[in-house]
């Protein structure tokens, strides 16, 4: 007895969503190995651009908490130069690249595949900051940031608190990607993308039979 067409309907859609999954995990987890490849930071890139400082373990988790007003103040500041602005563009790429800081473990656990490029906008973002001091406009904002960023260093004792791209210095024309290749490997990475990549595939399933009902009645 053949199957109902509903009944196939809804296994095509299936099928269709399974499918749509597997791709959008695979842009995760099998492109990435590319990626390594040409990772910055193995890759020897160019350094043409301009040298922003390491960032410590310990003072990446505070930046991380004054980013969003770091990032507000520099976009508003008006007494500017091209470094300046270089830099800040850095910080705003590389914490795309890092998808925006949204993978849990990035900034606090140094195991995680993105916690190399969590090191980097984190470093342009302190590097932005100590530039705002010498700014007429925003050194009085910026030594405010400071003087906060300094006391929760001292609160958290965090000061001494040292990871293995600690001692990592970055330039504008090196854009750090996260190590793709390790994220199988690391399991709060690897249960965040997958959970996203179901979430995915839920929106697809419920806007297929939103739809059709619509296109049933159409015809």
Known sequence: MPAPLGFRATMKSCRTITLLSTAFAAAFFCLPAENALAHSRNAGGSHAGLDIPEISHGEMAVISDYR???????????????????VLNYAEIQYSYCLWGRMPGSVSDEESPFNECAHAYLAAAKAVLLSMREMP???????????????????????????????????????????????????????????????????????????????????
């Open 68 to 86: 969003g007003r770091i990032i507000d103040l520099a976009s508003r500041a008006v007494d500017t130069n091209e470094p300046f602005r270089r």
């Open 137 to 219: 406009g925003e050194a009085v904002a910026a030594d405010e940031i400071i003087s906060a960023v300094d006391a929760d260093m001292v609160r958290r004792s965090l000061a001494l608190i040292t990871c293995r791209f600690s001692g990592e210095a970055f330039n504008t024309a090196d854009v750090v990607k996260p190590r793709w290749n390790k994220v199988p490997f690391h399991l709060a990475s690897m249960a965040s993308l997958t959970g996203l990549a179901a979430l995915f595939a839920l929106v697809v399933f419920a806007l297929r039979h939103g739809l059709r009902p619509t296109a049933q009645s159409s015809e």
